[in-house]
């Protein structure tokens, strides 16, 4: 898996995940339930399929398992920190509508 570091690979791991985020964000509408699966299912994409489709086309290729774990570990910690500000905001946004005179 080190050897995926190196090559961009990484580099391009991390870029679909920090654009999936606030694209499925802003397509989800303005339900904030809706925004937030929408944009954890965007940038989580389906590595099963993308294992499933390359170990049929490339079978000799030996990183294709390893690069799906890589992906799965790099949108679990970028998706982590996401859901951490959107629970913050969460809890701001309750505490201002809290203050707000009926």
Known sequence: MISLVGNGTLAAITG???I???VGHVIGGPEPNN???LALF???RNPGIAVTKATT???LKKLVLLTALL???VNALISSAYLSYQRKAEC???TNLANVPA
């Open 35 to 37: 925004r937030l699966t």
């Open 71 to 73: 992906y799965l570990l």
């Open 42 to 44: 965007t940038a989580a």
């Open 20 to 22: 999936g985020l606030p």
């Open 57 to 59: 086309n490339f079978p």
């Open 16 to 18: 679909f995940v920090v």
């Open 92 to 94: 701001r946004r309750r």
